[in-house]
Structure formats: structure tokens, C-alpha cells
């Protein structure tokens, strides 16, 4: 079955995932009732031409630890009430969605000269390390991902520190996204993205009001060796 492949795959992917063992990954299989007679699901040569919607894929449900949750929710309604009262959890997922997809498409273009102005200079320069060493040209060309491809992203731990000098806010994020990809033969294939990325804003004053990356790490990039039954 699909979902135990997948969670095969998460738990070899744990250590990385989740610092904590009580972290709790469950998986929905969405079209439970569509059955592929055990064969790769093969499309007709004009399907992009005629039909372009994908089967959907798997739903994926996080459940993270009940502490870890709690203290993050409170780190971010301390935020919103001392330092930036114009902060909502909802903007800031909706913007680092959109952030990670970007970034995402980048690699996928191999185009990192646009980085610049999305990454600090420590990450950026780390994430074109990745991309020309750790990288392969398959895993760049499944890379790129829509809004719609993220099942899980949450906010692993949120710091916030001020001095004399320096006043700043980083937000750990893990993304497990999930697409189908269409290889030559018409078989269809799912793909496993996994990230980490953290978000810093930099609050002094007269500073930019924008969140920048100041991680990306890809984490797992694969095709899945069995086509959905």
C-alpha cells in the first residue's frame, strides 16, 4: 500500500525530521478507492494535451509534541504583542509557502544568481554548495514546487534575541511536500520533498520589515520506487 511506503520512507527520514521520537507522522491515502490493478498508472500519450488535473495525491497529517506546539504558539503571540503587532502566524506561513516554493524553482532553473536578495549571504552561498555538489540533475528537475505540492509545514522553534546591538526573530520551519511526476514511459511516479528552512527578521530599527532565509537544507529530494497501487 501507498501509505506504508511513504512512512517507510519518513521513518528512515526521522532522525532528520524530528529531534524528538514522540512526533507522530500519520498518513490518509485521499483516493482510497481508486485501484491501479498493481501496475504503474500509465497515461495516454495526449493527456497533457486533453486533461491536465493529476490524480490527488496522499494527505499527510502532522501531529507534532503538545509542549513543543505550545511553546511555539506562545513565542509567536509573545511576538505579535511585544515586538511586531502587525505579525500573524497565518501571513507569515502563507509568505514562507510562497518563499520555499520560490526557492525551489530557482534550483530547479539552476539559476542561483536570483538567491541574492532571498538568502543571507551564509545561506545562499551554502545552497549553491548543495546545488552544484549534493544536488544530482534528476533531483533538480523534480525539485520545484507548487503551494499545492506542500502537505506539512510547521514551525519547529521560534527564537527571538536582543541586545545592545542586534534585535532579531528566526523561525525554524520542516516542509514535506508530495507531486506526481509523469516519467517518459506515461507511468506515474509520486515524489518526496523534505526541507528545512529557517526565517530570520532582522528588528532593529530603521532595519527591512522582511523575513529573510537564513537556512534552506534539503533534507530528501526522491522519486518513489512503487508506483501507487
Request: charged share 30%; net charge positive; glycine share 2%.
Amino acid at each position: 500500500m501507498l501509505p506504508k511506503l511513504i512512512a517507510n520512507i519518513i521513518r528512515k527520514e526521522l532522525p532528520k525530521l524530528s529531534s524528538k521520537p514522540n512526533h507522530v507522522i500519520r498518513f490518509i491515502r485521499s483516493n482510497q478507492n481508486k485501484r491501479l490493478n498493481g501496475q504503474p498508472k500509465r497515461l495516454h500519450p495526449n493527456f497533457r494535451k486533453y486533461n491536465t488535473r493529476l490524480p490527488k495525491t496522499p494527505d499527510l497529517i502532522y501531529i507534532p509534541h503538545v509542549m513543543r506546539w505550545l511553546k511555539t504558539k506562545f513565542q509567536f503571540k509573545y511576538l505579535q504583542k511585544k515586538w511586531d503587532p502587525d505579525f500573524t502566524e497565518g501571513a507569515f506561513i502563507y509568505g514562507s509557502t510562497k518563499a520555499v516554493c520560490r526557492i525551489t524553482e530557482i534550483i530547479a532553473d539552476d539559476k542561483p544568481e536570483q538567491l541574492d536578495e532571498l538568502l543571507t549571504t551564509a545561506a545562499r552561498i551554502k545552497l549553491e554548495l548543495d546545488m552544484r555538489t549534493r544536488l544530482t540533475k534528476g533531483q533538480r528537475a523534480i525539485i520545484r514546487l507548487k503551494p499545492e505540492d506542500i502537505k506539512i509545514l510547521v514551525p519547529m522553534t521560534v527564537s527571538m534575541s536582543s541586545d545592545e546591538r542586534q534585535k532579531d526573530c528566526k523561525v525554524l520551519m520542516r516542509v514535506l511536500a508530495l507531486k506526481w511526476i509523469q516519467q517518459p514511459n506515461g507511468a506515474l511516479r509520486l515524489v518526496l520533498v523534505a526541507l528545512q528552512t529557517e526565517f530570520l527578521r532582522n528588528y532593529n530599527e530603521g532595519a527591512s520589515q522582511d523575513w529573510t532565509i537564513s537556512a534552506f537544507d534539503i533534507m530528501e529530494c526522491a522519486v518513489l520506487s512503487q508506483a501507487p497501487h
